[in-house]
């Protein structure tokens, strides 16, 4: 996952925006709308670098800056990376929901607009550390809604967040939390199914086999090994699981992982288990699975 400089910020933000997941800070300079059936966010501007995470036709990415030789630097759901240019519709103008907003000015507020541009009418202003959502972009400034009204910020002063509480206590749902439940669901139509070694499904898996349909359904490709699916979305912390989250683990192997599962919730996960040759529901925070639990990875 790449990591911009601007995110040693949030450090001094955590206070204001506890419960979200603060990524990305780079200027935005226009949307992407993928064409191509899955389109893949890599670490590095070529098609040899990891892959952070796959988009489905029709997404839409926050356009960051040219990387040349056929390479966008995008935004795609709060994760920064490459993305083929080859493959995506580019504009400068916008209305679409990217997610949250952080506002970054190191301690000044920060000018609300009526129209993309210094020169237009000063409708608001927001502290530093306030949240906001993003609704679109045009020429460079977000388009935000906050406190029923909508108006123009320059995306230079604002980090783009995802809530990874899945709540932010308030009316507003949490895009990322909606489309992990959506997996958790379609996941568990697929409970009882036998666990069959090489399984591809529908009517067998094995355990990657299994997070491999599920994602598929989406329009996200995961690789298809337990493994070498540690290289599909992007790391995170055991306490930031939320519903639709791949989770890991090792026993009993030199690899560096043998199993894997989709996070539920609750402490809970589904997966192709070898224990009950099933496709069933398991505890990962007792017995053990808690204990040979090593890693989880968002895709979404």
């Known amino acids: 996952m790449i990591l911009p400089v601007k995110l040693l910020r949030t450090a001094v933000l955590s206070a204001a925006i506890t419960g979200l997941c603060v990524v990305t800070a780079s200027a935005a300079s226009g949307v992407g709308t993928v064409e191509a ?8 501007a070529g098609t040899e670098a990891s892959v952070l995470a796959t988009a489905p036709k029709g997404a839409t990415v926050v356009v960051l800056e040219e990387a040349g030789e056929g390479w966008y ?15 995506l519709t580019v504009s400068e103008k916008a209305d679409v929901s990217i997610g949250y907003g952080v506002v970054t000015t190191d301690g000044a507020a920060l000018n609300v607009r009526s129209a993309p541009g210094t020169d237009s009418e000063k409708v608001a ?22 406190n029923g009204s909508t108006g123009y910020v320059s995306s230079e002063y ?15 749902a949490a895009p990322a939390s909606s489309a992990g439940q959506q997996v958790v669901d379609y996941a568990k139509q697929y409970l ?43 790391s995170i912390s055991r306490s930031e699981l939320q ?9 009993n192997t030199s690899k560096p992982v043998s199993h894997v599962g989709i996070y539920i919730g609750g402490g809970q996960f589904i997966h192709a288990s070898t224990n009950t040759y099933t496709v069933k529901i398991d505890n990962l925070t007792s017995g053990h699975y808690d204990r040979v639990y090593v890693y989880g990875r968002r895709v979404l």
């Open 37 to 44: 059936d899955a389109l893949r966010l890599r670490a590095e």
């Open 73 to 87: 630097k995008v935004d795609y759901n709060t994760v920064e990376g490459y993305m083929s240019s080859e493959y």
């Open 125 to 146: 202003t927001l502290n530093n550390g306030s949240v906001v959502s993003i609704v679109g972009i045009d020429s460079g400034w977000y388009k935000i809604s906050f």
């Open 158 to 172: 604002m980090l783009t967040a995802k809530d990874s509480a899945g709540s932010r206590g308030d009316d507003t």
């Open 192 to 234: 009882g199914t036998p666990y069959v070694y090489g399984g591809n499904g529908p009517n067998g898996f094995d355990c990657s086999g299994f997070t491999k349909f599920i994602y598929k359904h989406f329009g996200y490709t995961l690789n298809r090994t337990a493994t070498d699916q540690l290289s599909n979305g992007v």
């Open 243 to 251: 519903p639709g989250d791949l989770v890991f683990f090792k026993y």
